[in-house]
């Protein structure tokens, strides 16, 4: 689950420097590479929420 917890903050910090990027500078390219990190993050937070409930029965 270690693994897991260090995948999700990697994927948080890329979607933090893109999304920065995109209101501070208006790079629309970041935007979209936010957006994807995004949608990683949330696939990556669906796993941790199994994991977890396993670990706790």
């Known amino acids: 689950m270690k693994?897991?917890?260090d995948k999700i903050n990697a994927a948080y910090a890329e979607f933090?420097?893109?999304a920065e990027a995109q209101v501070v500078k208006g790079n629309k390219a970041a935007g979209a590479r936010a957006r994807k990190a995004a949608l990683a993050i949330m696939k990556d937070l669906k796993e941790f929420r199994k994991a977890s409930?396993?670990?706790a029965k």
């Open 53 to 55: 409930v396993e670990a």
């Open 16 to 18: 933090a420097k893109n």
């Open 3 to 5: 693994k897991l917890v």
